[in-house]
Nanobody, 117 residues
């Protein structure tokens, strides 16, 4: 059974930092591209950051220079370090895993991030 379990969300003031983690089980983690998405109320889910199986990263323009995605294949975990947070970063953040050279993908249950002004 595949599981992606996010943790680390919470409430933070604008300008603060939070770190999210996503622990994967049931997959060969190193074979998967990992990503963080977010969805704010009334908005579509959007890509925040992605890290490929070969460690290539890309970011949404809105978070470039503030967020950093990383992964630890030995621990089957992907991270999202979020700095200089803004109220518009408030959303439910979801972990996503896509198998390399495949359309197979999995989602976590999401973790709430709230940034107060």
């Amino acid at each position: 059974q595949v599981q992606l379990v996010e943790s680390g969300g919470g409430l933070v003031q604008a300008g603060g930092s939070l770190g999210l983690s996503c622990a994967a089980s049931g997959i060969i983690f190193s074979n998967y591209h990992m990503a963080w998405y977010r969805q704010a109320p009334g908005k579509r889910r959007e890509l925040v950051a992605r890290i490929s199986s070969s460690l290539f990263t890309n970011y949404a323009d809105s978070v470039k220079g503030r967020f950093t995605i990383s992964r630890n294949n030995a621990e089957n975990t992907v991270y999202l370090q979020m700095n200089s947070l803004k109220p518009e970063d408030t959303a439910v953040y979801y972990c996503n895993a896509v198998r390399s050279s495949s359309s197979i993908q999995y989602w976590g249950q999401g973790t709430q991030v709230t940034v107060s002004s």
